[in-house]
T-cell receptor, first 116, second 117 residues
């Protein structure tokens, strides 16, 4: 949903720790979800995605978990590094099959700060 | 591959002027382009969706006469902010989607920071 006028949630971790970033999505018809990383002054960068027929997907140092029952998505980053510091957004795509033509609705975002 | 270039990256102009932002897909054909606006410390809000050769579809609350979108080719879409005012100052981001560009639904540009004095 919209977060006009609100500050983004923050998460501070030490280098080497694991990070978990959470996201609640709004549309039960959404069938495709993506996590993005956004560094200051740049556009979103794709991290990992998951379709609604899965509940877990792993990438390099990242894992996405999907709980459709409670409409919740999480991103786990293992061994967090200072270079992981950024704003992280989840996005949902309510287009059958998750094609390039579907609109993305972005979540509120979380500011991750990794301390050396 | 799948690079989206946005230009300019930063623009400052006086209130009342019009500003044009370009979004180009460099190595693929973008059937659909999306324009987002992002205010500081906030999320990306979709403004409009444009399909090549068609009129853009604007999200609720976005003034189509103020934010003119043109998607005349498969590699270029433009957003023109007409008669810009300080409240239009924001970070504008485009994204592009098309066939044969891998498994990501949209590829994002690096945004344009617009400051209206």
């Amino acid at each position: 949903g919209e977060s006009v006028g609100l500050h983004l949630p923050t998460l501070s971790v030490q280098e080497g720790d694991n990070s978990i970033i959470n996201c609640a999505y709004s549309n039960s018809a959404s069938d495709y979800f993506i996590w993005y990383k956004q560094e200051s002054g740049k556009g979103p960068q794709f991290i990992i995605d998951i379709r609604s027929n899965m509940d877990k997907r792993q990438g390099q140092r990242v894992t996405v978990l999907l709980n459709k029952t409670v409409k919740h998505l999480s991103l786990q980053i293992a061994a967090t590094q200072p270079g992981d510091s950024a704003v992280y957004f989840c996005a949902e795509n309510t287009n059958a099959g998750g094609t390039s033509y579907g609109k993305l609705t972005f979540g509120q975002g979380t500011i991750l700060t990794v301390h050396p | 591959g799948a690079v989206v270039s946005q230009h300019p990256s930063w623009v400052i102009c006086k209130s009342g002027t019009s500003v044009k932002i370009e979004c180009r897909s460099l190595d693929f054909q973008a059937t659909t382009m999306f324009w987002y606006r992002q205010f500081p410390k906030q999320s990306l809000m979709l403004m409009a969706t444009s399909n090549e050769g068609s009129k853009a579809t604007y999200e609720q609350g976005v003034e189509k006469d103020k934010f003119l979108i043109n998607h005349a080719s498969l590699t270029l879409s433009t957003l023109t902010v007409t008669s810009a005012h300080p409240e239009d100052s924001s970070f504008y981001i485009c994204s592009a989607g098309g066939t044969g560009v891998g498994d990501q639904p949209q590829h994002f540009g690096d945004g344009t920071r617009l400051s209206i004095l």
